[in-house]
């Protein structure tokens, strides 16, 4: 098993309750790290992510929520309240889990070092990380985006932290006027940095006092 596996593991049981909910504060030996906020925000994201409907197996979110430490336990322990034509097959439950630790690091550049940076590499620079799995996110189509609502094609490899007042009400008019009619003139005219920023205010965990009152404001307009 790589690190990846067991570290997702190990970040399940520190951020989530036994109804499945996120705690509002990691336990655990990630709970003792007293980790910035923008990291916590990440790892609540990431295991959201993995535990949502059709990234990983039922086997694989079988193996995550046991406090088992081997595929074979978790399933043999899985298997003795399962109703009869429930069960799982030991001889493919390691399979579908190395099938599932394969997806997500393919999703994640494969780096395999990923989550141990963020939970126990102090100060680490995470933004990266963050852009990947917003990526993985619309991959999957987890989450409403604001994109679904819209009906211009907008950048959403280009990320913007930042937006002028004017260049957000140029945005704003745009999100809201424009029609499909005219949909090829906007995409050609639409200032880059204003789609990054559309992306950074639906996607970010790190939004500023400024940037929670934009997404209000579009919200609101959409």
Do not use: W
Request: hydrophobic share 35%; charged share 25%; proline share 1%.
């Amino acid at each position: 098993m790589n690190k990846t596996m067991v570290m997702t593991k190990e970040i399940y049981n520190d951020l989530v309750d036994y109804t499945g909910q996120l705690y509002e504060k990691p336990i655990g030996r990630i709970g003792k790290r007293e980790l910035r906020k923008e990291s916590v925000a990440f790892l609540q994201n990431y295991i959201s992510f993995v535990m949502a409907p059709g990234v990983v197996s039922k086997t694989t979110q079988i193996y995550l929520k046991s406090s088992s430490g081997s595929v074979a336990a978790a399933i043999r322990s899985y298997n003795q309240d399962a109703g009869e034509g429930n069960q799982i097959n030991l001889k493919t439950a390691s399979a579908a889990v190395d099938y599932d630790r394969k997806k997500l690091l393919k999703l994640f550049n494969s780096n395999d070092d990923m989550l141990y940076n963020v939970i126990y590499v102090r100060n680490f620079d995470i933004t990266g990380y963050r852009r990947l799995l917003q990526l993985a996110k619309l991959k999957y189509g987890i989450g409403q985006s604001l994109n679904e609502k819209i009906i211009l094609k907008l950048n959403q490899n280009h990320y913007c932290p930042t937006l002028s007042d004017e260049d957000f009400d140029d945005l704003i008019q745009k999100l809201v006027t424009y029609s499909k009619r005219i949909i090829s003139e906007v995409e050609e005219t639409m200032n880059t940095d204003a789609a990054g920023y559309f992306n950074h205010l639906q996607f970010s965990d790190n939004l500023s006092e400024i940037d929670m009152e934009r997404l209000q404001q579009i919200k609101m307009l959409l």
